[in-house]
RNA sequence: GGUCCCUUCGUCUAGCGGUCUAGGACGACGGCCUCUCACGCCGUAAACACGGGUUCGAGUCCCGUAGGGAUCACCA
């Protein structure tokens, strides 16, 4: 309903052409058109990469926050590289970062289909038209000889231009497939009023007569997406910026098409430490191989957003303040590098923030993949693990540091030597056996903080010893290690059966 | 190499000509708290890339230089 307006309200509004070789996007749409249409279009060529997230992210953001229209589409236009796992992969990382999309795969719009696998004829009509119009042409030169000419160009310092060899060719050679070429303006510039870069201008002088259409019959990216975009009434394209040098062409067309042109907002990269574009060299990029590593997506949407946009001073966002408070305007024009340190952090504010019911959940199956839990969550076990959450959450950076640093709690761990060498000693044996005997008259239903607290007390009266010098050789008894929570509670998630066959063990080897 | 983008503490950033002897956060370091680890709290070190302009006044505007990044495919 409110996407026919689009194509019909925006001529008037149409700013192009116009004069000769003068191509440039309007700074703003009035407010009273403010329909906004955007969208992520990922290539399903591998794993959903932490910036495509970001890329998406910011996209989702400025639709939530304006109360326009999401859009997923998939670029898959490249049949031998695009894959249906990678389809798969894109669309559980979406949900797991909870960015829905109103318009896409499983949700058909007005405006479908949503795989460009499946637009060929909308690409075929459009090229057609350019051919009638002579904006476009067939071009029967082989990859081979362009390949050639490119570098003979490049040897001569010439810029490696398309010649135009097959422009207006009189007698195409027989049997060969061509390809179709879009005939560029190279007059005059084209400025591109980036929402976050500003004002770029590009001399047209640079472009040449790219490829639209392969030799397979498959469109190219370059004119895939403004017919795409055009027909889906995408408004405002948000991308990265490595786009930025194709928006100067891609105006072009808009223009040769006749479709008005949406407003352009390029996002920049993000980084590894090296400052160089982010890649598997700096570790994990794929956004579920963090989930697997113990990430939150509350804390992975948090963190991404931070990389670029800001509001004052505030670091922790909700995905609601988020919503609230995002706006283009604070996006940051430059570049970022990605700081797994800062991950961390916003990682263990969410540990901490989210009900521990719902992180003993999320626990379980790290858990169950160290082989320390079944994977059923029977409701006894769920309850033992919120308790553990709570007495883990504070010194956990990700799950699976949590689940590293409970292993004591489902398995008997091994002794370190150094620290038994340390607390379990000869004169802490007769302490030991005391606490023992108390320990054993309390109640099973009792063996809690509260009891335990008493009993420890009672030893520390009894001994003439401090809290340290008891609780410490207790610990590593339990739990084989110096490391774990406040002892009452160690013991009380032990369990008083568990707890007295551990500090039995210990005894026996003093 | 051509073209385009970018440049405030190690990192993410605040700053939109005077309130900046530049603020916050992560990280680092020191201290406090303490049954260990951690959390928390307090504190310390740490930046306007450089050079010219414009202006009464520049981190903030302009131009150069340098450095970094992106892009120049029948990939997207």
Redesign the pocket.
């Known amino acids: 309903m409110k996407v026919t307006l689009i194509s019909s309200v925006i001529p008037l509004l149409r700013l192009r052409g116009g004069q000769r070789g003068r191509y440039e996007t309007l700074f703003r749409r009035p407010s009273y058109m403010q329909n906004i249409r955007v969208r992520f279009?990922?290539?399903p060529?591998g794993f959903l990469h932490i910036g495509g997230v970001r890329t998406a992210l910011f996209n989702w953001l400025f639709a939530r926050h304006n109360g326009g229209t999401f859009i997923l589409r998939i670029?898959?236009?490249?049949q031998?590289?695009?894959t249906d796992e990678s389809i798969q992969a894109i669309l559980q990382g979406m949900e797991w970062c909870g960015m829905d999309w109103d318009e896409g795969p499983g949700k058909d719009g007005a405006h479908g289909p949503y795989r460009?696998t499946e637009r060929l004829s909308i690409y075929r009509e459009h090229v057609e038209k350019l051919l009638q119009s002579g904006r476009a042409y067939k071009?029967?030169?082989?990859?081979g000889g362009?390949?050639e000419r490119?570098k003979a160009a490049?040897a001569e310092?010439r810029?490696?231009?398309?010649d135009r060899k097959c422009l207006g060719i009189e007698n195409p050679p027989e049997g060969?497939?061509?390809?179709i070429r879009f005939r560029a303006d190279t007059e005059g510039q084209t400025v591109v009023n980036?929402l976050?870069?500003?004002?770029?201008?590009?001399?047209n002088s640079?472009l040449?007569d790219?490829?639209i259409m392969?030799?397979?019959g498959?469109?190219?990216?370059?004119f895939?997406?403004v017919v795409d975009d055009s027909t889906m009434g995408i408004t405002h394209v948000l991308r990265?910026?490595?786009?930025?040098?194709?928006t100067p062409r891609q105006m072009q067309m808009y223009d040769a098409l006749g479709y008005d042109m949406p407003q352009f907002g390029?996002l920049?990269?993000i980084?590894g430490?090296?400052?160089?574009?982010l890649s598997k060299r700096h570790g994990a990029t794929s956004i579920m191989q963090y989930k697997e590593m113990g990430y939150l997506s509350e804390a992975m949407v948090n963190y991404l957003v931070?990389?670029?946009?800001?509001f004052?001073?505030q670091?922790i966002f909700s995905v609601e303040e988020m919503i609230k408070n995002f706006s283009l305007?604070?996006v940051?024009?430059?570049?970022?590098?990605?700081?797994p340190?800062?991950?961390?952090?916003?990682n263990?504010?969410w540990i901490?923030a989210k009900p521990p019911r719902e992180i003993a959940k999320l626990l379980l199956p790290m858990l169950a993949q160290m082989d320390l839990a079944p994977a059923e969550d029977g409701l006894w076990s769920l309850e033992r693990l919120e308790k553990i959450v709570l007495a883990q959450r504070?010194?956990?950076r990700t799950l699976v540091e949590m689940a590293e640093l409970s292993r004591y709690f489902f398995v008997e761990p091994e002794m370190e030597q150094k620290a038994a060498e340390k607390f379990l000693t000869p004169e802490i044996k007769p302490v030991l056996e005391r606490l023992i005997g108390l320990l054993e008259a309390i109640p099973d239903s009792g063996f809690n903080h509260a009891e335990l607290?008493k009993v420890f007390h009672l030893v520390m009266e009894k001994t003439g010893l401090?809290?340290?010098k008891?609780?410490?050789p207790?610990?590593v008894a339990v739990t084989g290690g110096?490391?774990?929570?406040?002892?009452?509670?160690?013991l009380e998630i032990l369990g008083k059966e568990e707890s007295l066959k551990r500090l039995r063990k210990v005894i026996e080897k003093i």
Request: hydrophobic share 30%; with cysteine.
């Open positions: 279009a990922p290539s060529t670029e898959d236009t490249d031998t590289r695009s460009q071009c029967y030169c082989t990859p362009l390949e490119r490049m310092g810029p490696p231009k398309y060969v497939t061509p390809v980036d976050i870069k500003g004002k770029v201008t590009f001399e640079v040449d790219l490829i392969r030799s397979d498959w469109p190219t990216y370059n895939a997406v990265g910026d490595d786009h930025l040098n194709n390029h920049s990269m980084l430490s090296d400052k160089a574009r931070r990389l670029g946009w800001s004052g001073d670091e305007e604070s940051s024009s430059a570049a970022a590098v990605f700081n340190d800062k991950l961390n952090w916003i263990h504010h901490n504070e010194k956990s607290e401090k809290m340290g008891v609780a410490q207790v610990r110096t490391v774990s929570p406040g002892i009452y509670e160690t």
